[in-house]
């Protein structure tokens, strides 16, 4: 069964660092979204992406974040200057184009990102 | 209003018994509702899902039930096995209100079956 891969599954970083976590969706899939799990806490929105450009973007979502899909099956989060609160679980997800499933999300197994 | 309040926080239910969780929404604008299921160190996977246009669905054991009125919805697992111990995330989403279909989270139930 196809499914949402994301790289790496665990990323330290320093404070300050910059990270790019990467996702490659499902291969016919059309929309895109990055949520987080801080640790014990829900699932939170970040953006969604469709047709090559952010369709909708949370308040975490600050400058500090950006997505691309450098090349047509890989998708990707920046997080330009990390801070301590970044640290959570970081799931990309993707829904396919028919309009009677549009509405079902795949998610990948997540990044654990650990801001030291 | 774009929040989704889901309780228990944890659950212990005995194998054979019935797990039973609970949201509550206020967007009257949300009109699809899953719940996924997730297990440690995997993503979310959706396991059923409602539109509000009718008042339950049932797959295998799992069941969800919907009152519009008190927006409210439910998990109901019958006949439940330690396979099923996970968190379980209910959501919400606006489908016809544009093209994002963000889903709203809940806060999570951490559902332990016992042998």
């Known amino acids: 069964e196809p499914e949402v891969t994301q790289t790496p599954s665990h990323q330290v970083t320093q404070m300050g660092q910059e990270v790019i976590l990467r996702c490659v969706p499902i291969?016919?899939?059309?929309?895109f979204y990055w949520y987080r799990q801080i640790l014990g806490q829900k699932v939170e929105f970040l953006v969604s992406?469709?047709?090559?450009?952010?369709?909708?973007k949370s308040e975490i979502f600050d400058d500090q974040f950006s997505v691309e899909r450098p090349d047509g099956s890989n998708f990707t989060l920046k997080i330009r200057s990390t801070k301590l609160e970044d640290s959570a679980m970081y799931f990309c997800?993707?829904?396919?184009?028919?309009?009677?499933?549009?509405?079902?999300?795949?998610f990948g197994a997540g990044t654990r990102l650990s801001v030291l | 209003q774009q929040q989704v309040k889901q309780s228990p926080q944890s659950l212990i239910v005995q194998k054979g018994g019935i797990s039973i969780i609970n949201c509550a929404y206020e967007?009257?604008?949300?009109?699809?509702f899953p719940w996924y299921q997730q297990f440690p160190g995997k993503g979310p996977a959706l396991l059923i899902a409602i539109r509000p246009d009718v008042s339950e669905k049932k797959e295998g054991r799992f069941t969800i039930s919907f009152n519009k009125s008190a927006k409210q919805f439910s998990l109901h697992i019958m006949d439940s096995q330690p396979g099923d111990s996970a968190t379980y995330f209910c959501a919400a989403s606006n489908l016809s209100g544009g093209a994002t279909n963000k889903l709203i989270f809940g806060t999570g139930t951490l559902l332990a079956v016992q042998p």
């Open positions: 967007n009257t604008a949300f009109d699809y």
């Open positions: 291969s016919n899939h059309l929309y």
């Open positions: 992406f469709y047709n090559n450009e952010i369709s909708e």
């Open positions: 997800a993707s829904t396919p184009p028919m309009s009677g499933t549009k509405n079902i999300q795949y």
